[in-house]
Each structure stands twice: as C-alpha cells, then as structure tokens.
C-alpha cells in the first residue's frame, strides 16, 4: 500500500507540470499534433520496461488482448483527447478543468459496476470536498458555460475515466506499465490514420464546413525547433509516459479510487509549481480550495494509512 502511495505522488508532481511544459510552447504546435507526438514517444519510452515486465510474468500479449489495449488507446487517447479538445475549443479552460478534473467521481461509480469496488461513505465525503475544492479554486460561476463545451467535457471526462477502469481490468493479468505503453502506442496509431484522414480534401472540407477545421488538415511535422525539441520531449517521457504509468501503477497497488486522487491532487500542486517557475501569485480563494482538497484527501486515504501502519508494525513484531 505504501508503494501505491508513492506512486500516486510521483503521478501527480509529472501530471502538475504538464501545463507549466506546455505554456513554455505554447503556439508552436497544433494540438492534435502534439497530443499524438507525447503518447506515442511516451508508449516507445515504455516498452523497454513493459517487455522486461512481460518477461518477469512470464506472460506474452495474446490477440485478444492487442485488441484490448487497441480499444483501450483508441478510448483513452483517441476519443478522450479529441473530446478535451473540443471541450477546449467551446468552453474556457477553467471549466473544462473543473470538470475533467471531477473524473474521480466517474471512476467511482465505474469501478463500482464494472470491477465491484466497494463505495465507502468516506469515498464520498471525500469527493465532495475535494471537488467543493476544485470549484474555489477554478470559480467557474463567473464563467458563461456553453452547452456544447460541457457536453464535451463531460464524454472527456467520461471516456477518460472508463479507460483507466477498463484498464485496470488488464492491470492485474500484465501490469501497470504494460498497459499504459501498448495502450498508447496503438491509440497513437489510430490518431496517425485521423491526421492522415484529415488531409483528404472531401474530409478536410466537410469538417471545416462545420466549423471543426481544427480537425481539417492537421500538421505532423512541422514546429519543431532546436528550443522546444527537449520540452517536447519531457512532456512525451516524463509527463505522459512516467505519468500515466505511475497512475496505472498506482492502481495496481491500490485501488482504481485510491489511484485516482491523483486528479485532486494535481490542482493543490499545480498552482504552486507555477509560482515557483512562472512566478504567478496563490490568491486566498485557491488556498481554501487547496485546504479543501488536502481535507477531502486525508479523509479518504486515512483509514488506508492505518490499516498500512498496523500490518507493517505486526510484521515488524513478527521479525
């Protein structure tokens, strides 16, 4: 339990700094473009370690479970991402984060029915301050909401978090790291034959016409520079390889619940890396949220963390 702990804290420092990385170059590359780019780099950083795992288990990948981990990318990386960024594209970014951030809420109630994970009323307690949290901190009611940006949010958010369920199914037979490398290898497969698709002029000119050229004509190669190359680079092994093993990690030792924490503590983090690198100022409002966040955490991981201590001190009076 104590290794899951620590997993969920690597995940979270890697996901906080992901729009520090992006801010940097911001501008420089289409999103689709970069989202892409990071998962696949991050899926071939990954695979090194998910064959020594594979050959630790003594397993290999059968057909049937390719075609797993092809619908799982295909869940995570194409359709959730392509979501957020329509969400992006019709809403601010404070409201798409506030939702997209509320997944834990999706995870539980999908690990409930698809895995038979058990609801505590601590679970949710804990949800309901930690998003009360999220909301102080993003104050989206100064925000006009389109309909269009929540539907999209809301498939992001509920893709995204069906994907880290059902991926936890495979979890147990393979490991974290194996289904985080082959799950985004083949998913950035299937957005390359997307971007190829959107270069078919009938394609191209249907999507714009219905103001979705974002999705028209979307670049492969171009804005790389000897300035961004390394930024692009952390964002695709450290944040998106290391972030989202260390997630699945996470709930390898723990719980898909436990595991997605990582979504709560990522605003209580975040704003603080950015002032430390951006220089950006905490004001009052983000510190309740944070205060809100961290009481909504305990109250969820406590109990965790008692049962963890007393197992490690019987075995410690066993030795």
Not at 156 to 176: E, H, I
Not at 280 to 301: A, C, F, N, R, Y
Request: a positive charge; one cysteine or more; charged letters at 10%.
């Amino acid at each position: 339990m104590k290794k899951g702990y620590l997993y969920i804290a690597f995940a979270t420092f890697l996901f906080s700094t992901m729009e520090i990385a992006l801010k940097s170059i911001a501008g420089q590359f289409h999103p689709i473009q970069l989202t892409l780019i990071r998962f696949f780099i991050g899926g071939i950083f990954l695979l090194p370690f998910a064959l020594s795992t594979l050959k630790k288990k003594q397993v290999s990948i059968d057909k049937q479970s390719m075609i797993y981990f092809a619908l799982l990318g295909l869940m995570g990386v194409v359709i959730s991402m392509t979501f957020y960024q329509l969400a992006v594209e019709n809403a601010k970014a404070s409201v798409v984060a506030v939702l997209f951030s509320s997944n834990p809420i999706f995870v539980m109630l999908f690990a409930y029915f698809i895995l038979h994970e058990v609801i505590y009323k601590r679970n949710l307690i804990s949800l309901f301050l930690e998003l009360l949290g999220i909301l102080v901190i993003i104050n989206p009611l100064n925000t006009e909401i389109s309909a269009a940006g929540i539907s999209f949010t809301l498939l992001a958010t509920v893709t995204f978090s069906l994907y880290g369920v059902f991926g936890k199914k495979k979890c147990q037979q393979y490991g974290g790291v194996v289904v985080t490398c082959f799950s985004f290898i083949l998913g950035s497969f299937e957005m390359f034959l997307f971007v190829m698709l959107s270069h078919i002029k009938t394609i191209s000119l249907s999507l714009s016409s219905i103001g979705l050229s974002v999705f028209s004509e979307i670049p492969l190669l171009s804005g790389y520079t000897a300035d961004n190359f390394f930024i692009v680079l952390y964002i695709a092994i450290g944040v998106t390889g290391g972030g989202y093993a260390f997630y699945f990690l996470a709930m390898e030792a723990t719980s898909a619940n436990t595991a997605s924490l990582t979504f709560f503590f990522k605003p209580v983090l975040a704003p603080i890396l950015a002032a430390i690198f951006l220089h950006e100022i905490i004001p009052v409002s983000m510190i309740i949220g944070i205060l809100l966040i961290l009481i909504g955490s305990m109250v969820s991981l406590y109990p965790n963390l008692i049962v963890s201590k007393n197992i490690s001190s019987q075995n410690n009076q066993e030795e």
